[in-house]
């Protein structure tokens, strides 16, 4: 088991920057992925980043390509960042960290959330 700790949300206004905090603990070693994904009120969640673990190579969700940036601390503390800069209003949403395992093809473990709202 993996448990995910999100933090560093908040209020900002229209091209603000923000930045999420994502510790994991637990059985981490078998992770092979770490990502960030959002949802907004009535919508469906959707992909905003993810970065695979050995390499460091990342993805992003075009919505937010040049404005987000994801990282992570040395690899053996398993916490990731998500910086978030020029937000605008349709980023609000709440926020989540999740993992994915070795061998693994779904995104198999999920914090708590953590909402973000840019106000206008």
């Known amino acids: 088991q993996v448990q995910l700790a999100e933090s560093g949300g908040g209020l900002v206004q229209v091209g603000g920057s923000l930045r999420l905090s994502c510790v994991a603990s637990?059985?981490?070693?078998?992770?092979?992925?770490m990502g960030w994904f959002r949802q907004a009120p009535g919508k469906e969640r959707e992909f905003v980043a993810a970065?695979?673990?050995?390499?460091?190579?990342?993805?992003y969700a075009d919505s937010v390509k040049g404005r987000f940036t994801m990282s992570r601390a040395h690899p053996a503390t398993y916490t990731v960042y998500l910086q978030m800069n020029s937000l605008k209003p349709e980023d609000t949403a709440v926020y989540y960290c999740?993992?994915?395992?070795?061998?693994?093809?779904?995104?198999?473990?999920w914090g708590q959330g953590t909402q973000v709202t840019v106000s206008s």
């Open positions: 970065m695979r673990w050995s390499g460091g190579s990342t993805e």
């Open positions: 637990g059985s981490t070693i078998y992770t092979n992925a």
């Open positions: 999740s993992s994915k395992s070795v061998g693994g093809t779904n995104w198999n473990y």
